[in-house]
């Protein structure tokens, strides 16, 4: 069936170091891309989201990456700090915005 | 502004009660989401209301489970009678338009024992 993945559940980095996660979707008709961090106790809270008639999108210190050829979505942590530390969750939207399909989430551990 | 607020944060209940979980959307987000996240698995989503209509309810489990949102503001999603496999993160999202960012709420943390 269709679905969002992501490759690795733990990544660990050190403080300072570029963070990449990367997410792999199977739904080649979706059009809209987001990436959401869920801190413990919190719901998830948009960072970055990208449209299919794009492949890249900066914010501040965040990139996604869109490869619509390969169904591969990354989202790139520059100069990564403590207070990144959480799970990162890729979602995809379909049926012009009637719902959310979230991958299984990566953690992402900073060390100091 | 307040954002979207989730009542219980935690709920403990024994199997076979019922439980209400409430959420209060941004005012002004006519969309609604119910998701949940159990047993560390991927969040998925539940149902989604326009105002106080069900736009797409396909992803309730089963009967067990009945959303609503009476007058399109806020609304309750309640879980009756509860299985030990109903144990999860509810989440609540709301948006003002489809394809707009989608607020969530902290979630209400349901364990059945």
């Known amino acids: 069936g269709e679905s969002v993945g992501l490759h690795l559940p733990t990544l660990s980095v050190q403080e300072g170091d570029n963070s990449i996660i990367n997410c792999a979707y199977s739904n080649s008709a979706s059009d809209y891309f987001i990436w959401y961090k869920q801190e413990s106790g919190k719901g998830p809270q948009f960072i970055i989201d990208?449209?299919?008639?794009?492949d890249k999108r900066q914010g501040q210190r965040v990139t996604v990456l869109l490869n619509k050829t390969v169904k591969h979505l990354s989202l790139q942590i520059a100069a990564t700090q403590p207070g990144d530390s959480a799970v990162y969750f890729c979602?995809?939207?379909?049926?012009?915005?009637?719902?959310?399909?979230f991958g299984g989430g990566t953690r992402l551990m900073v060390k100091p | 502004e307040a954002g979207v607020t989730q009542f219980p944060s935690h709920s403990v209940i024994e199997k076979g009660q019922t439980v209400t979980l409430r959420c209060d959307p941004i005012s002004g987000h006519d969309n609604l989401y119910w998701y949940r996240r159990v047993m560390g698995k991927e969040i998925k989503f539940l149902l989604h209301?326009?105002?106080?209509?069900?736009?797409?309810e396909s992803g309730m489990p089963n009967n067990r489970f009945l959303a609503e949102r009476t007058g399109g503001t806020y609304s309750t999603l309640k879980v009756q009678p509860a299985e030990l496999e109903d144990s999860g993160v509810y989440f609540c999202?709301?948006?003002?338009?489809?394809?707009?960012?989608?607020?969530f709420g902290q979630g209400t943390r349901l364990t059945v024992v």
């Open positions: 979602a995809e939207e379909k049926n012009a915005g009637n719902m959310l399909t």
């Open positions: 209301f326009v105002k106080e209509s069900k736009q797409d």
């Open positions: 999202a709301s948006r003002q338009i489809q394809g707009a960012e989608a607020f």
């Open positions: 990208i449209r299919s008639n794009m």
